[in-house]
């Protein structure tokens, strides 16, 4: 699948809207769509693919798992329904891992801003984690949410993420991570780096006791969380089109100067480059994560 | 206000080395250049954040090789990562310390441009990356106790380092590291920026010179990223709590290793020996810990390494 990446580039340079414009853009857009759900049960409310700029029904799009019927674009999806398109019905269970706010820089406005984004997202942090079966299969499970300040880790992201992995190594359970995430959160400095390391050590450990990793990189996948647990899988898969990559683009083409090729960093460029073993379309996201569990499941179900 | 009074000691410095070529030699104003260098360095008392950044990145402020010199014997250098390549911005190899085999590597900026240039101003791709983590693996199995010497930018963001897994080979040393069964000490000596520095920074101690700055990214990018403008980066020093004394507040390092006043660069001499008396205490306290202990204790460090802020419901 190619994705017309300098399309999309253009329209994101002249938004300059900051770090990973193109990620602003597209997440826009998906924005509209969970708004429009809100506000009006309309049917006719249109939308038109970043990619393809082709038209449709926002609630077609919707009921196709926010993918572009046309041209397979994958819109930005919210954690919860990520779980619901992944897990046996009734199966999941969020775990127990609430963190308090804490601004260790005081860094202004920051707490009304976490306040108006756990309102808005409904969700307590930019990560989501819990026990569910898929295809009969028990796994723990995390998810990262881009429209959380950008996916951004800082502590509770880094605590939930441990939290996670040593639930699974206690309980011996598969893990499976939906990385999406810009990468380090800004606005708590130093902390948030050391997070790349409690994180990764917490994987490792996970890892040395023989647990299973199943990381799924989405789009965008950067920074400081794929220069840590998002690129420690022990099988990595990909959904397409995603942006993954250390340095965000825009501070590449800064550094060096020029313009960087079509389709750079992009999962297909990943996979190319021996990072990813497999790119999965979400419609076949669940079905090739029960295969991979099956696969790890000695005696079966 | 550090930049300034090091641009005056610069050019005092040559005009004492200009009276000094001469046959029939000023006395009178050579005391006054002189008088006036010590009042001068006297100021570099309570430094602002970005003073710190100054200094930190000053560009006679010992390297990695002249640690290495001065406080290692019989070094031998190890080069590449076995994989493909030699990525000259990590610098490291065998060497004894006080007798003791030990593993010692660093970020390496180079003392030219000509050296700045091989070694990429100590911005490591993913081959120097992985280059460490080779020297840390022999370590381990060779139960060498490991230095590590942190002084970089942060880790190259090029097209080769993304199309080579600049990310991986990152996440790679920080789990990896997080187990190894010898002691790691890590000696922040410059400037120690993003996961370019924490890559070869998961150790059982942190050290940090005293105005070496340590932080989620250069003060210059974030202030881009937050702000969109890089212009702001000495309101971004202030911001991101970047020095020594802030990190050891937040529990992030583990000892402040003193600096002369107006810097390391002033007189490395009297850093060499500071930095081997701190090094010579944190490997006696290590040396009697089993290898699992010392597994152990690094993991520990890092998971409660946010405790002062984190609380969970």
Known sequence: ?301 | MVKEIDERIIQIDKEIEDIMSQECKDEAKMYVLKRERHDLIKMCKNLEPHDKVYLARHKKRPKVTEYIDAVFEDFFEQKGDALGKEDGSIFGGIALYKGLPVTVLGHRKGNDLNENLKCNFGMPGPEGYRKALRLMDQAEKFGRPIITFIDTPGAYPGIEAENNGQARAIAVNLAKMSALRVPVIAIVTGEGSSGGALAIGVANSVLMLENAVYSILSPEGYASILWKDSARSNEACSMMRLTAQDLKEFNVIDEIVPEPIGGAHLNPKAVFKMVDKYLARELEKYSKMSPDDLSRHRYKKFRTIDQKYLNII
Do not use: W
């Open chain 1, 1 to 301: 699948m190619k994705l017309s990446v300098n399309k999309l580039f253009k329209k994101n340079v002249k938004q300059e809207n900051g770090e990973y414009d193109n990620v602003a853009t597209e997440q826009k857009q998906d924005e509209k769509i969970t708004l429009k759900e809100k506000n009006e049960n309309s049917s006719d409310e249109t939308l038109e693919c970043p990619k393809c700029k082709q038209i449709f029904n926002k609630k077609d799009v919707k009921e196709n798992m926010n993918v572009c019927m046309a041209c397979g674009y994958h819109y930005v999806v919210s954690a919860d329904r990520r779980i619901k398109l992944l897990v046996d019905q009734g199966s999941f269970r969020p775990l127990k891992c609430k963190v308090a706010f804490s601004n260790p820089l005081s860094y202004p406005d920051y707490e009304e801003k976490i306040k108006s984004l756990q309102e808005k997202t409904g969700l307590e942090e930019a990560a989501y984690t819990g026990v569910g079966k898929i295809d009969g299969y028990e796994t723990v499970i995390a998810v990262l949410s881009s429209k959380f300040l950008m996916g951004s880790m800082g502590m509770a992201v880094g605590e939930k993420i441990t939290n996670a992995f040593e639930y699974a190594d206690r309980k011996k359970l598969p893990i499976i991570v939906f990385a999406a995430s810009g990468g380090a959160r800004m606005q708590e400095g130093i902390v948030s780096l050391m997070q790349m390391a409690k994180t990764s050590a917490a994987v490792e450990k996970f890892s040395t006791n023989g647990g299973l990793y199943i990381s799924v990189l989405t789009h965008p996948t950067t920074g400081g969380v794929s220069a840590s647990f998002a690129m420690l899988g022990d099988i990595t898969l990909a959904e397409p089109g995603a942006l993954i990559g250390f340095a965000g683009p825009r501070v590449i083409e800064q550094t060096i100067g020029q313009k960087l090729p079509e389709g750079f960093q992009r999962s297909e460029f990943q996979q190319e480059h021996g990072f990813v073993d497999q790119i999965v379309s979400r419609d076949k996201m669940r079905d090739t994560l029960a295969h991979i569990l099956r696969l790890h499941c000695k005696r079966g179900k």
